[in-house]
């Protein structure tokens, strides 16, 4: 039975984001597959790493090298739940709002906290030879900016391209990234008709979700140059076309 894992971001349970996570949870499950959920903030995750979350660590603190110590054995137990969620999965179905022009602080510190150095990638498992080959992965977020100011000419910058780090982190753990997804305009501020509207497009959204999951497998992955694209020095070789807006040929 494939197993998807539902990560929400968000400190309020009764937020949109969180209502999103739970429609992609019953959807994932009614296609047949074992839920696993995981809430940092609900769950007390610590996302700024440091040495205070290490018993013995190294000094000056180097936090790679205090990665590098880890064991399953002795990582710590927030750490600890998340890599076991992420080891069985599949799938992993990430909600989260935009936050200054970002994911929030604590999807960012649960990539620096949970995506172990040493343990589940090193320079020798990284991109293709990456540890999680077998994992696809879904962003669903949503903006306070509408479609207009969200979009690749608006004054917010594209939501999209925002994305590619988050997008280039699990591309570093060898996992295939999905087409993103998007709902705009989402924020408490509307009243009256307004109100109504954003509220009738957000349930729509929520029934959309099983349509939206069950043709996964249709739903393009976000382009990524492979490793054979790059010299031994890690520059984009010069017959390669490039067309990733972050790795660009220089002029
Ligand atoms: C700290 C903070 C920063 C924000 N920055 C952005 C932003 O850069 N771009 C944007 O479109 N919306 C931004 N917003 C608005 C949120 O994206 C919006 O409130 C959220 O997507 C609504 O979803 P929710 O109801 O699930 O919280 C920000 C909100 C907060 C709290």
């Known amino acids: 039975m494939p197993v998807t894992l539902v990560l929400t971001i968000h400190p309020e349970p009764r937020s949109f984001t969180a209502a999103w996570a739970g429609a992609s949870a019953t959807a994932a499950e009614a296609l047949g597959h074992r839920i696993l959920r995981s809430d940092p903030y609900a769950e007390g995750f610590a996302p700024a790493e440091g040495p205070a979350l290490y018993s013995d660590p190294p000094v000056p603190f180097d936090p790679l090298k205090a990665q590098e110590t880890l064991s399953d054995a002795t990582l710590p137990t927030d750490v600890a739940r998340e890599v076991a969620r992420l080891r069985q999965a599949d799938r992993l179905i990430i909600h989260f709002p935009m936050w200054w022009f970002a994911p929030p602080a604590m999807l960012k510190g649960w990539c620096d906290r949970v995506l172990v150095h040493g343990l589940l990638h090193d320079t020798d498992n990284r991109f293709d030879r990456g540890r999680f080959r077998h994992l696809d992965v879904l ?67 929520l029934d959309a979700q099983m349509a939206l999951l069950a043709a996964w497998d249709d739903r393009p992955d976000w382009p990524f140059h492979t490793d054979a694209d790059f010299d031994a020095e890690g520059r984009l070789k010069a017959g390669i076309t490039s067309f990733d807006p972050f790795i660009r040929h220089r002029e």
Request: hydrophobic share 40%.
């Open 139 to 205: 962003f669903c977020v949503t903006t306070g900016g509408d479609a207009v100011e969200s979009g690749p000419d608006g004054r917010e910058g594209h939501w999209r391209l925002l994305l590619w780090p988050l997008a280039q982190t699990f591309r570093y753990m060898g996992a295939r990234v999905k087409e993103p997804v998007a709902l705009h305009g989402v924020h408490g501020y509307h009243m009256g008709p307004r109100k109504a509207a954003l509220e009738e497009r957000l349930a729509q959204a």
